[in-house]
């Protein structure tokens, strides 16, 4: 994918801004606006990976790899840009795994308005320093993300969601294998299993779970605490077990360290060191 | 495996008060300045060496960073260094540094079974851990062939891999937090037990950095349910493209098998020859399949990959029956470099990544590469993640072997990356592979690199000179000794 045009829509000075379709919050007001390259690259099912441009909506990428019988693990909603560079997981991070590793290769547009790789198209990949781990969740403090090579896998012969009703997460959870999400509110569980059907019923009657709907609707507010602390959440939750995503009240975090902070306040200035790439979004 | 003096000056007198510093800090003891030391720590598990001043045995994260900063005081570069294993020149000390082996750091600090994950100390070897959780029904799942001996630390170190990452991931996606001291000797916790840390992504980038980030004195990896249900399988076939296609075949059914292990002819007749496990060595190639999960759905795979390789003119089927055949087969894989040595006494290994719809080729010009080197070269692979280790043996002893060795390894990363692939799958860039970063990367790639190695590092002392070339990492000297082949 040619990234010329969008290398110069960012330039090379002044601040600019990224925008994909504003359902993570968009561009920072009152900034030059830029919009990545859409559209599906190509498809490589039998590698298992797909490459796209930033702009392209995360569920035209879903639907084009549902026709190949595969699946990516990014969030819905949006486009495939916006979830990467926001980070955050959907419910089924669990089984999925995080955002971060998804993104395999990606060619983004620096602060200097130059075209630059990081990464490469195959999953064991260590030659370098590994900057798509950087850019997950950067939210485009560090470069905007222009065409991506995202990791897919296949989809599975069964999904299905099941819930019961218990006072405490832990016990059921650690019966289930490898379940794909497990939700918990402090009186219902619900867990998300996928593999061979048969497979799906069995632990499911041996765990004593009954099939549900769907998971619960989830409240607004998300934050993230340590895994082991589900167990003693209080108030309206909907709170990711084996996980830590809390979805609703939780206790309040801690910030990061001063050096962790003075790290990565580093890293921003050297990769955008006048500060002109998403003004204003701070990240930590 | 070969060593190959470095073509180096003499080593200057080490400044005194360093190593006085350095055994106030740590304990007389466990600051050593001998020939034999310094020897032994000269290189990692590759060819190159380097020349360190001291070793150094920390035992606790404020030991490191005393370490660190009467190095960084003296003006003198660190290098970490777990269990010596790795095969780029990672570990392997340049102009007389301070090599900081992290090796008696190594108890399991605590693990959480029902959130599964664990805290370890950097020294902790790989399979150890494994073996700590293993009655509680989890593993660690990087499964490096060096597992019994190579470090969690190691494994952070370089981001290695190991057959049963191509359904698992590699050690990036198993590491949650990583306690490190930083290269001006302030300690971080990069990442944390909490999936979303506030904050850049510190925790991944760190990952893989060949110890030219900082140190890690502590690391908190994820423990991963082991399957209640495995299969092993054996297949064969008259030609090694027709087992390449296999793999391919697999995956696009849509199945990701726990492990795709491929060995060629040459190397089977090794093996066997080393642990009699029955294997086919009339065979141009073996492929070793494992799938596990729940009972029906690992039924089912073996039914469709058993069909698959029969498709693809498979010989024979062999499905281990119990947990001693299914070792058995393991043990052929896994010790396949050892067997090695029964052919030629030296070899140098390789490690590529090249799509798996092009492994039929890349194996065709790998064999055509070592013959007109006149080289013999055994594959024996990760084959399912198209991780490919050419493996090429010789006799150092014959007059401008190596000249031939290191020529007939570069065809073959060059020829890799030309086809789509990587220059590394788990052995990192070192100094190995260094100068040929610019086959994967363009100069503002590399500079972005540099920057954050910057970031991290704006003295640069923490393992100077891997990695990046000299062009990118504000560097004029050629600190590559002789043996390195690039």
Redesign the interface.
């Known amino acids: 994918m040619d990234l010329g045009a969008f290398a110069e829509d960012v330039g090379v000075s002044g601040p600019v801004t990224i925008a994909g379709l504003g359902s993570r919050g968009g561009a920072v007001a009152d900034v030059r606006c830029v919009h990545a390259p859409g559209g599906i690259e190509w498809i490589?099912?039998?590698?298992?990976i797909a490459c796209c441009g930033a702009g392209t909506p995360v569920a035209e990428l879903v639907d084009a790899l549902a026709a190949v019988?595969?699946r990516v693990a990014l969030p819905d909603g949006g486009t495939v840009g916006g979830a990467l560079a926001v980070?955050?997981?959907g419910i089924r991070?669990l089984g999925d795994?995080?955002v971060?590793?998804t993104l395999l290769q990606a060619r983004y547009v620096?602060a200097?308005g130059?075209?630059?790789?990081?990464g490469?198209?195959?999953?064991?990949?260590?030659?370098?320093?590994?900057?798509c781990?950087?850019l997950?969740?950067?939210r485009g403090t560090?470069?905007f993300l222009g065409e991506v090579i995202v990791r897919t896998?296949?989809?599975p012969?069964a999904s299905h969601w099941f819930s019961a009703t218990v006072g405490e997460p832990?016990a059921l959870?650690?019966t289930l294998?490898?379940p794909v999400s497990v939700l918990w509110d402090g009186a219902t569980l619900w867990a998300l299993l996928e593999?061979?059907?048969?497979?799906v019923a069995?632990?499911a009657a041996a765990a004593g779970l009954h099939p549900a709907d769907g998971p619960p609707p989830l409240p607004q507010s998300r934050t993230?605490?340590?895994?082991?602390c589900v167990g003693s959440l209080t108030g309206r939750f909907v709170a990711?077990v084996?996980?830590?995503?809390v979805h609703g009240d939780a206790p309040p975090?801690s910030?990061?360290?001063p050096?962790?902070?003075e790290?990565?306040r580093?890293?921003?200035?050297?990769?955008d060191p006048t500060g002109r790439l998403n003004p204003g979004v701070h990240?930590? | 495996m070969s060593a190959i003096a470095a073509d180096r000056p003499t080593a200057s007198p080490v400044a005194a008060g360093l190593i006085d510093e350095l055994r106030a800090a740590l304990a007389p003891d466990r600051v050593h300045v001998g020939a034999t030391e310094l020897g032994l720590y000269k290189r990692d598990a590759s060819n190159i060496e380097g020349r360190a001043s001291v070793i150094c045995f920390p035992l606790t994260a404020s030991e490191v960073q005393a370490c660190v900063r009467i190095a960084v005081a003296h003006e003198t570069p660190f290098v970490a260094r777990g269990s010596g294993t790795g095969l780029s020149g990672g570990a392997t000390p340049l102009d007389g540094a301070v090599v900081i082996v992290t090796t008696k750091m190594n108890h399991v600090l605590s693990v959480d079974t029902v959130n599964r994950f664990a805290w370890v100390e950097p020294g902790v070897l790989n399979l150890d851990l494994s073996k700590a959780v293993a009655r509680r029904g989890l593993h660690f799942a990087p499964d490096p062939s060096s597992q019994q001996s190579c470090s969690i630390g190691g494994n952070v170190a370089n981001n290695s891999g190991g057959p049963h990452c191509l359904a698992d991931g590699v050690t990036e996606a198993h590491v949650l937090a990583v306690e490190v001291v930083l290269p001006d000797g302030t300690l971080a916790m990069l990442g944390g037990e909490e999936p979303e840390p506030d904050g850049y992504d510190l925790r991944g980038v760190f990952v893989g950095s060949e110890g030219m980030f900082g140190i890690a004195t502590k690391v908190c990896v994820r423990l991963t349910q082991s399957a209640p249900a495995v299969r092993t399988m054996l297949f064969d076939f008259a030609t090694v493209e027709a087992g390449a296609q296999t793999v391919s075949a697999i995956i696009a059914a849509g199945m990701v098998p726990a492990a795709l292990e491929m060995m060629d002819q040459l190397c089977t007749t090794a093996v066997e020859a080393y642990i009699n496990a029955g294997l086919p060595v009339h065979a141009a190639a073996i492929l070793l399949v494992e799938v596990n999960g729940l009972e029906h759905s690992v039924a089912t795979d073996v039914e469709r990959i058993v069909e698959i390789a029969r498709a693809h003119g498979t010989g024979a089927v062999r499905i281990a029956q119990d947990e001693t055949e299914r070792a058995l087969l393991w043990k052929g894989r896994k010790t396949a470099f050892g067997a090695i040595a029964r052919i030629k006494p030296n070899y140098y290994l390789h490690d590529t990544v090249v799509p798996r719809r092009r492994l039929p080729e890349v194996l065709r010009e790998v064999y055509a590469i070592a013959a007109r080197h006149d080289l013999l070269v055994m594959n024996v692979f990760h084959a399912g993640d198209g991780n490919l280790h050419p493996l090429l043996v010789f006799d150092k002893r014959e007059p401008g072997v190596m000249d031939r060795v290191h020529a007939a390894g570069e065809e073959i990363v060059r020829f890799s990356v030309s086809v789509g692939g990587v220059l590394s799958g788990e052995h990192g860039i070192g100094l190995e592979k260094r100068d040929l970063m610019p086959l994967m990367f363009a100069p503002a790639d590399l500079a972005a690199q540099a920057a954050v190695r910057h970031a991290f590092d704006p003295v640069g002392l923490a393992n100077p000179h891997k990695v990046l070339p000299s062009a990118a990492s504000c560097g004029d000297v050629q600190h590559v000794p002789a043996g390195a082949w690039v």
């Not at chain 1, 490589?44 to 298992?48: I, S």
């Not at chain 1, 593999?195 to 497979?199: T, Y």
């Not at chain 1, 084996?242 to 995503?245: A, C, F, I, M």
């Open positions: 490589q099912a039998d590698e298992m019988g595969q980070g955050r997981a991070r795994g995080a971060r590793n620096s200097a130059e075209v630059v790789k990081a490469g198209p195959t999953v064991k990949n260590v030659s370098g320093f590994d900057l781990r950087l997950v969740g950067s560090l470069g896998r296949p989809l012969a832990f959870f650690a294998h490898r593999g061979h059907a048969a497979d069995e632990q993230s605490v340590a895994p082991s990711e084996g996980v830590g995503v975090r910030s990061a360290s050096a962790v902070a790290l990565g580093r890293v921003k200035d050297e990769l990240v930590g």
